[in-house]
């Protein structure tokens, strides 16, 4: 059986760091990766309301 997720695709990947690279022209290695995750899993970002 075979199972996809779009981030072990390398298509998706470079899709979404173009996506990432046509906002922020220049952007540091650290930042767009932590970019790309959260575009990727944007479940993972928690919002807290005080």
Known sequence: ???????YDAY???FRMLCI????PSIEL????L????L???SA???CYF
């Not at 690279?21 to 922020?24: A, D, N, R």
């Not at 650290?30 to 990766?33: E, H, N, Q, S």
């Not at 970019?35 to 959260?38: A, Q, R």
Request: net charge neutral; aromatic share 18%; proline share 7%.
């Open 12 to 14: 998706h990947c470079v």
């Open 30 to 33: 650290d930042k767009a990766r």
């Open 1 to 7: 059986m075979l199972i996809y997720h779009p981030a």
């Open 45 to 47: 970002i928690s919002f």
């Open 35 to 38: 970019l790309d995750f959260y």
């Open 21 to 24: 690279v046509s906002i922020l």
């Open 40 to 42: 990727l899993f944007p």
